[in-house]
């Protein structure tokens, strides 16, 4: 069989050759070119990790804040005020309504601009896909806990059973979160997980044997300390994730 | 065509593609090119914040930032926050068209560069020639 090279002309290989050479020369500036995009992006995820865990931290602060209104704020309206006024039950659940919009476009905000750079950085590492469920755990999770948060204030005893039933899904849902975010889970974000928890099983268990509303509440200001200082931890540590090579 | 021949000009093409996207002047510095990542990741910056992600200086970030806003791929404002008036940077439609083009031209150069490593790893087919 004759090959395709042994009948080209050798002045038709020179040719080619130099065109081949040409070509060759500018992907060699293509792949330099490459190499500093490479870079570019390295930097870009590394000062990202920076940012992310700054967000964490507002995150951690505006549910601690968010916890505040929901589980300490009515025992003392109650405590106070034993019979609201009309006006004043509208005043009370827009107060609360207007901070669980709050958490919930800081939540959105948050792992908005964690999600883009996972995917940046599946894209420029060749890593697998995301965990997906993570954000469908965020839509089921917030749509259960805004539903039944509702539920909560019309049946006390079993809505507030069913409320720790839905903080405890999104308890897993933020150490998923957490882990898919970082490379490895930082000290804030355990301690956030554990006062959590700590809070979701008390709360219940509380209820189930007190009965009574007050207990319930009381658990939850260990997860409200517990993001109080992780909301501070993170802020504060934040710049350690930036380990940037001072020339660009 | 067999299948390395394929492969290679499958490369080719991304590199071109890459490459002439990469001819454009806006994109033709590192500090532009992070600044746009950046910002495709985040949607808006702060101008401190950027001084940090590219380690120039305030002049010199100001030229970059110049140089983006005026092929319309970013644009700044001065907005209000608890710690003051801010001057924040914000990406357009034009350059999230951008950032996505330049991560897509990213990740298949990456998974050209994997596959390639994939292949030499178990490569065992002597040369003829």
Known sequence: MTTGAAV?????????????????????????GVALLSHAADRALTFQSYLIRRAWGVYYAIWAAA??????????????YPSLSFLGEITYYALILAVLGLATWATSWSFGQTFRALNFRRAVHREGPHHWHFYLFLTIGLATFVAILAVAYLSSFA?????????????????????????????????????YAVSVVGSATALVL??????????????????SFSAVYALYHAPEEMTLESDF | MSPTSEGESSI??????????LRQEPLKNSVRVLILMSLGMNRHLGFTDLLEL?????????????????????????VFTLAGPRLRVEITAQGLEVFERLTQSLSQVASHDGGERESAGSATEPSSR
């Open chain 1, 8 to 32: 080209v002309p050798a002045s038709e290989d020179d040719g080619d050759r130099r065109a081949r050479s040409t070509e060759r020369g500018s992907e060699n500036a293509v792949t330099s």
């Open chain 1, 67 to 80: 916890l505040v209104t929901f589980f300490v704020f009515p025992a003392l309206v109650a405590e106070a």
């Open chain 1, 159 to 195: 809505g507030l059973l069913a409320l720790d039933a839905a903080l405890a899904v999104i308890n897993i849902w933020i150490l998923v979160a957490v882990r898919d975010t970082f490379a490895r889970v930082p000290p804030e974000g355990s301690i956030a997980v554990g006062t």
């Open chain 1, 210 to 227: 007190t009965h009574s509303q007050s207990w319930f509440g009381a658990f939850w200001v260990v997860a409200i300390i517990g993001w």
């Open chain 2, 12 to 21: 080719r093409g991304d590199l071109k593609v890459l490459g002439d996207f």
């Open chain 2, 54 to 78: 590219t380690s120039v200086s305030k002049g010199s970030l100001s030229h970059h930032l110049d140089q983006l806003a005026a092929a319309g791929y970013v644009r700044s404002r001065m």
